[in-house]
């Protein structure tokens, strides 16, 4: 896959800034899942921040194993990987290049230190990154 734009449902958006608002000041992590191959997001799940630190965060290892084998049993993939920036800008750091291992996933990073919420997405490949718009689309819309 290899995708420009990061596409997400307004159902989907609202509800990962809800989650990311309320771990605030705790950095929230989770996924966003679909169909494999579709490039679609369809289903949130929010995951458990097992650093529970304000600068940093790290999946629980079961909880994230228990999430692929549902996700393989679905016939589903990551279509992007969410994280919170509670008190710096909503670009990925030095970890988050270092932990992407989804070469194919988007990087969602949604900045809520500031006034006003930031949503950004990213590719991540071999540390390096590039940024993708974000569309916040009916589920209905193609994906260009």
Known sequence: MNYTMFVIGPD????????????????????????????????????TNAAAATDWFAFDSRELLGLYRE????????????????????YPSRSDREAAGEPDAHYVIVGTGGP????????????????EPVRITPPSTPVP
């Open 12 to 47: 989907l958006a609202e509800d990962m800034i809800e989650h990311c608002r309320a771990d605030h000041p705790i950095e929230a992590c989770g996924y966003l899942v679909g169909p494999a191959g579709s490039g679609r997001p369809e289903r949130l799940v929010r995951m």
């Open 71 to 90: 996700m393989e049993r679905l016939g589903e993939e990551p279509v992007a990987i969410y994280h919170s920036h509670t008190a710096s800008a909503a």
């Open 116 to 131: 006003q919420v930031d949503v950004r997405a990213y590719r991540i490949v071999g540390g390096e990154v590039s940024e």
